[in-house]
């Protein structure tokens, strides 16, 4: 079982309680972390071998404080020789943790994700953060946390060192880093002196800064030697048995110049459809200005002119979205966002945003329309970019009992058809549906706003399988619109991909489906069935009781009573 520590470690006289840590200075300009710069570069690893040591861990300890888990120590104000500035507030003391992070007026302390954490505090600075743990087993190479102070004022570094650490529930000491606070620039640095992990499942650690709030960010993903920018708090960097940080390694995260007008950030879309949606964002300001917003295909230069390959659209918005129009289906996009402060300027343009439309026949407003044949000319269509579509669960369309509700993560196209005036197939088709990228079908009545009411469904195919036996629907009406819903369900092993559809005449005479016989009494009982297409005048029913001998019926519709039955047969 793993536990959690908290230790409560003060040099000085111990005050009681939870430290308040110094807040020594507010500057009026705006410096949010989302306005860091980041760059890379190698240097020589530099082991710490003075200041103060935090923990160390003991020997053939197996779990606890003593392994240096789980553990966080809140050093005191002084701890930082000089205020190290984030956010506009300056700090000389903060919180430790073994964790690979450090936070700032945090009152929790502990947490192994700190930059996705919901914990309120006012920063972290996370150099590897994930579930670490000290090296036990080795005397020679026990873990060690200290930190040391090096350089002369005005040009000091505050260097905190993790050495001989590894990852949770594995043995080895192949983490070794540090983390680097400058004075009088506030710039972070992170060196690295790593080896790869003693794991084959990678670990996906968080490398970067967070503000107060999880919008508030700036991180690295992608790989060590060619990171980029993270698009949201959770993005991560691999650390596995062949993925390392190259051994020294340095990442640099620089405050942006101070603005007067604070720099959007924690930009999304939603209510997305196959051309249009919303963007949003947030600012730091209890009355920001107006704003531009720039979106284009995935990978555009927002600081280059709109033309040619780099066309983009450019959008005024006064409040903190914004719709937008005019996009392309199934399509990445990118966005980014500038305040306007006014007489002085613009702000940092924000970090890009990023989306993909959905399919135009996503829902059955969009569906496109498939013709009736006749004969069977199969329609090349695709599941590939469907959307989950669980909601429609909650009562938009009515379900039939005979084909069941549908799987928590389900994916949808939608189709329709129009059945002719006259003529066999204006009342009944054949829908045939192939190939593996789909699983079943359902056909509705209704109109594409809702509701609509389930007619028949193409039997589930759980596996992937490009066989699925064809359904005739009856009882439609002539000149009439109906909906086909076609379903793919990952949980079951099918991936969502190409398929073909096709709607044809059916049969002149099919058999009658939906074939249901229940007992009304000791001696009676009811047939039900939905008629097959053609132009039937009756049907021929057998009625075998065990022992016979066979009686036979000719009806002319549903239902088909039965009576005269011997009771208990």
């Not at 053939?60 to 506009?88: E, H, K, V």
């Not at 009152?107 to 309120?120: A, E, H």
């Not at 002369?152 to 880093?177: C, D, I, M």
Request: aromatic fraction near 10%.
């Amino acid at each position: 079982m793993k536990h959690r520590y908290s230790l409560q470690l003060w040099w000085g006289r111990w005050l009681g309680g939870l430290l308040t840590l110094a807040l020594l200075l507010v500057r009026p300009a705006v410096a949010q972390v989302a306005e860091y710069t980041f760059s890379q570069s190698s240097r020589p690893y530099v082991p710490l071998t003075g200041g103060t040591v935090v923990g160390t861990a003991t020997y053939n300890a197996l779990f606890g404080a003593a392994t240096l888990d789980d553990a966080a120590w809140r050093l005191p104000a002084g701890t930082i020789p000089f205020p190290f500035s984030i956010n506009g507030t300056a700090y000389t003391g903060f919180v430790l943790n073994c964790n690979g992070y450090l936070s700032f007026a945090d009152p929790d302390g502990n947490n192994r994700l700190v930059l996705t954490s919901t914990t309120p505090f006012a920063a972290a600075l996370a150099a590897i953060g994930a579930d670490l743990q000290g090296n036990t087993h080795d005397p020679g190479y026990l873990a060690e946390l200290r930190y040391q102070t090096l350089g002369t004022a005005p040009s000091r570094e505050f260097v905190v060192q993790w050495k001989n650490f590894h990852f949770y529930n594995e043995t080895g000491r192949h983490l070794n880093f540090q983390l680097r606070l400058h004075e009088g620039s506030s710039a972070v640095e992170y060196h690295y002196q790593c080896a790869p992990a003693n794991r084959i499942v990678t670990a996906g650690v968080q490398v970067g800064l967070r503000g107060p709030n999880g919008n508030d960010f700036v991180n690295r993903t992608g790989t060590w030697p060619a990171s980029t920018p993270g698009l949201s708090n959770a993005a991560t960097l691999p650390y596995d048995n062949l993925t390392a940080p190259p051994l020294g390694l340095v990442y640099t995260f620089t405050p942006g110049a101070p603005r007067t007008c604070a720099t959007p950030y924690g930009l999304q879309a939603t209510r997305l459809t196959g051309t249009t949606g919303q963007l949003s964002w947030f600012a730091n300001q209890a009355a920001p200005g107006s704003y531009t917003v720039q979106v284009g295909p995935a990978g555009f230069d927002p600081t280059q002119p709109s033309a040619g390959a780099n066309t983009y659209q450019t959008l005024p918005a006064t409040g903190r979205s914004v719709p937008v129009s005019g996009l392309t289906a199934y399509t990445n996009y990118d966005f980014y966002v500038t305040q306007d402060c006014g007489a002085t300027g613009a702000s940092v343009r924000s970090v890009k945003g990023r989306f993909i439309t959905t399919l135009l026949n996503d829902d059955p407003a969009g569906a496109f329309a498939v013709p009736i044949n006749a004969t069977c000319q199969p329609f090349a269509a695709t599941a590939l970019g469907a959307i989950n579509s669980e909601y429609w669960n909650l009562g938009f369309a009515q379900l039939s009992p005979t084909c069941g509700g549908y799987p928590r993560n389900m994916v949808d196209v939608w189709y329709k058809f129009t059945t002719p005036a006259t003529g066999l197939s204006s009342t009944a088709v054949q829908l045939t549906l192939d190939g593996a990228g789909a699983s079943m079908a359902r056909v509705f009545a209704g109109v594409p706003t809702g509701p609509l009411q389930e007619l028949r469904c193409l039997p589930v195919a759980n596996v992937p399988t490009a066989t699925k036996p064809p359904i005739i629907v009856t009882g439609l009406t002539p000149a009439t619109t109906y909906y086909v819903q076609v379903q793919a369900f990952p949980d079951y092993g099918v991936t969502p991909g190409p398929f073909t559809l096709c709607l044809s005449e059916p049969p002149a005479c099919s058999n009658p489906t939906s074939v249901r016989v229940q007992a009304t009494s000791s001696t009676s009982g009811e047939l039900t069935f939905v008629p097959g297409s053609g132009a039937v005048s009756n049907y021929t029913v057998t009625l075998t009781p065990s022992g016979g001998p066979a009686t036979t019926f000719t009806p002319t519709a549903s239902p088909v009573p039965f009576t005269g039955l011997t009771p208990g047969t």
